[in-house]
């Protein structure tokens, strides 16, 4: 598959020498489902998931978003067969703060050493000597909470320093954190849970974007009720487009500093995700669309 023309335009990280286009690949998928336990073990065909992978590249996609823990360590091991050694402008930005649990579930992993672990397995499954970008994933799944993080963001801070990392950003955390972790060091993104049905972070975007950080919304098909779901359809049945390419649509034309990251294990998923680039919003669309943001406040 040759290059797309256009994914969404580019989005410089200001500060670094990284430029990445705005439609991502979220590896997250990869992983299998082995008794009902999302995101754990391997996939039921490896060769697909490296396919998804090199399709990805190939289409143009540089920037992916991973974590050690996906699996656990599945996704970045693929991730390394498949792409290893890796394309020059290709951004890998992974996360710690959390790890698996037997039953399948995701404790925070915030301590020093955890931190330490974390990203030394990060770089040993991606077979890496730095990383790109480490963000801390804090918080709930679909929100931030009140919690300390100082002893985990110190302990990234001085793995930047020993250049195991190159730059640092943040994961389900609120402005007033993002203030306290600017004091420690600089932040080059935040990935929250945003869609157009879940627009807590408006205001939150817009400081970013005017900060030149960076925003990565994750769950763009997250949290819907029913009628904002039947809406989404109608616009997408309008348009030709499939309710995933018309969130991920809205999502490009909502901030230029948004950058995406839809997972998939499907080939054809992915090729669909990435029409979304293209997918022109008319005005009606975006004002039912728009709707929808004000009925969810």
């Not at 430029?19 to 996939?43: C, E, F, H, I, S």
């Not at 790890?99 to 020093?112: E, F, M, N």
Request: some cysteine.
């Amino acid at each position: 598959m040759t290059k797309q023309a256009n994914l969404g335009g580019t989005f410089a990280f200001p500060g670094t020498t990284m430029t990445v286009n705005r439609m991502g690949y979220g590896a997250m998928q990869l992983a299998g489902r082995d008794g009902g336990k999302l995101v754990w073990g391997p996939p039921r065909d490896v060769s697909g998931a490296i396919a998804v992978l090199r399709e990805a590249i190939a289409s143009g996609v540089n920037h992916i978003d991973t974590s050690d823990f996906y699996g656990p360590h599945i996704t970045n091991q693929l991730i390394k067969q498949a792409l290893h050694p890796y394309p020059g402008d290709l951004v890998i930005v992974t996360k710690v703060g959390a790890r698996r649990g037997a039953d399948g579930s995701w404790p925070h992993a915030l301590s020093r050493q955890e931190i330490i672990d974390a990203v030394h397995d990060n770089l040993r499954n991606l077979g890496l000597d730095t990383l790109d970008v480490v963000n801390l994933r804090l918080g709930g799944l679909t929100g931030p909470t009140d919690e300390p993080f100082q002893e985990p963001l110190t302990a990234l801070v001085e793995l930047k320093q020993q250049g195991l990392i190159r730059h640092l950003g943040l994961s389900t955390v609120s402005p007033r954190q993002l203030a306290e972790a600017q004091a420690i060091t600089d932040i080059v993104c935040v990935q929250n849970f945003y869609n157009v049905a879940q627009r807590t972070d408006d205001g939150f975007i817009d400081a970013l974007a005017a900060a030149g950080i960076a925003y990565v919304p994750y769950f763009p098909l997250g949290g819907f009720s029913p009628l904002q779901s039947s809406k989404l359809d109608d616009v997408a049945a309008s348009l030709d487009a499939t309710p995933m390419q018309v969130a991920l649509a809205w999502l490009l034309r909502r901030s230029s500093n948004m950058l995406l990251i839809p997972g998939t294990s499907s080939p054809e998923h992915l090729r669909e995700n990435l029409k979304a680039a293209t997918l022109e919003l008319t005005d009606e669309a975006l004002a039912i669309l728009d709707s929808i943001g004000v009925e969810a406040e």
